[in-house]
């Protein structure tokens, strides 16, 4: 009653200090269209930050305009889209980019959901274990890049004399961003290193948001933990693990920075991500026409794919 | 009546205020010179000191690190912007510099001020400052020469238990390489000896991907073993001769040399990892440009009677390096297009060029360079001399820059990566090279 009154009292207070022209036109106004007047700013906001750059790069896909050349762009059809189709280097690279896509995630969750379950525990000094652990997402790519170089320096990392002093193999006898069998695993690895405490943070919020009885119960019946794991904590974290894959194979699927940092792709194309490429393309090669090109079939492919997974994810939370 | 004498009193202030501004802004010119990072840098600044003494010009300096110096002053040069009224800039640059008149034609200013061509280094000429190439239209003045070359341990190659080594083993002296099968062969010894109580490798050779590198680098074994960018006689025919035999064992020469004696790590190196890794007492030889062998005859670790430089060793197709170094142009979108040829004017000078190079730059000059008293200036001098005289240049094409980086995708995938063959990743190279003529609307083959 009080809160009632208070509003009350506000907007009162608000009409009369309200000029009465303003006030007369406000009044003329339906609730519909003071709600696009709100809502307008943001509507106007993101049509020029979002949509307008995006029919812009879809204009710009079919003419062959390169930005660093003053000749006005020319309309070449689907010439950009065919090219990249037909491009063998670039299918190898979306190759290159599934591999390190599914990899990523496949660890990211079951190392992120380990943690979880870990951290849920609630055992002596889980508080600063937790802190620890979320550490590395909060780095900026271009440290952990930096970083991961160093451990990674054949002759002076302390990742590969710990490897060394492991399996008693040379230090210097291995490099692992410059080697063809070891680089797409290597960025894979400080990817996932980055990357699941903000996987394990959402199997966290899942863990806490099933209800402590349902544990209770299956007590009751002499569930054992095994069980209990299957039939109460993964169908009730799964909806939880889904949105996280969805998160982070957006996130991979366009990863750049600490990629381009660690290898720029190399050796040879070896960790090339389409990512690379299309900052190649766009910016090195100043292929713009080609680049929009590339740049929308990465849009359709990601949205098209987070739409079907959205679907997927809306039919096990109704399960 | 008063305030009629206080409106004039005040005009009468505001416009003897205006003409000490522009007094001021007269008397306080300035010039921003653009280049990239790097030790010759520094000589410029000390020489330029000259110039403002001279002129009463300040002069500002805007240098870039090499892995950002194409992009940022490209970006600059196509927006039209006047930040830099005078650029040194890649010799690559040239062809898009002048055809989409970013920089300033100087032909008529040369012959205003009689300043040759015909007194730099003819190499150098056609490099940093004609467009189209052999032809007398110049874009810029040659500021600063280099090409590649090579340097080594002297004081490993004297010792004398490794000297006897190297004789029992290849039946001749351990000297310093004059073809590519003895750079392998030397690269192959040193590669996993202890020396100093460390071990050591052959060789450093440029790697690096993203920007220029391992182009800068191959080219030098490929252009001895065969490798030409086109026909001669039939202008953008590259079949059969950028993917020529010769040019694909030259990379598989350089694909030896990196498999049997780069230190590990260095997949992705240019030139400063090559200057560390030569500092460091990591390698015997190590392959850089000119411009940094002042600093390393200097290094108090390596340098002084330790370290001994070599040009580009021949091949059986011929005896060439890669050029390096940049021309001084005009910005044509400088607010200070006069001020900024006044400078050329005075940096072309005999003695103006002759203190460039004794601060530590790399004059083009004829003067200079061919005089006695450089060839006995230092170790590097006679070795840098004769590779002047024998450079050869990427593509100076306006799209010099996809035509670089589609080669620095084949080689380094075939030389680092192992990704194919040779001979494809140079059929490939072809055909990548074909598609951007066509772009430019030449008509390649």
Redesign the interface.
Known sequence: MTVTNNARGIADGVALRTPAAVAGRVRGLSDRAVAWLFILPTMLLLLAINIFPLIWAIRLSFT?L?????TPAHFVGLDNYVDILTDE?LWANFQITAHFVFWTIALQILIGLGLALLINQKFRGHSFWTTVILLPMMLSPAVVGNFWTLLF???IGPFNYLVGFFTGAAP????M??S?ALAPWTIVLVNTWMWTPYVMLICLAGLRSIPDYIYEAAEVDRASPLRQFWSITLPMVLPFLMLAVLFQAIQAFVMFDLVNLL????????TELVSITLK?AA?????TGYASALAVILFVTIFGAANIYVKALNRVKQQ | MTKALALIGLVAAGLSAAATVDKAQAQAKSLTMCWAAWDPANALVELDKDFTKLSGIEMKHEFVPWTSYA?HF??LL?SRSSECDLIIGDSQWIG?AAE?KWYVKLNDFFDKNKISMDTFLPATVVGYAEWPKNTPNYWGLPAMADAVGWTYRKDWFAKPELRAEFKAKYNRELEPPKTWDELIEISKFFTGKEIDGK?VYGSYIFTE??SEGITMGATNAMYNYGFDYMDPKQPYHMEGIVNAPGAAKGLDVYKELFKCCQ??????AYMSEGLDAFKSG?VAMQMNWYAFFPGLAKDPNVGGDKIGFFKNPAGPAGDFTQLGGQGLSVVAASKNVDDALLYIKWFAQPEVQQKWTDLGGASASKAVLLSDAYKNSAAYAPSFVESMGMVKDFWAE??Y??LL?DMQ?RV???V????GTSQKALDELVRDWVKVFK?EGKNPS
């Open positions: 062959g390169m930005a660093n050349l003053p280097d320096q054949p002759q210097s006898s291995f490099t961003i410059g063809v290898t720029s792709g190399g050796p040879g194309s070896t190649r910016f090195e090669k100043w292929e | 992009d490209i970006n196509n898009g989409n071990k991907r993203g230190p590990p790590g260095l997949t992705n990591q306006p799209l820059v996809p980086l995708n380094h995938d075939y680092v990566a192992d990704k772009q």
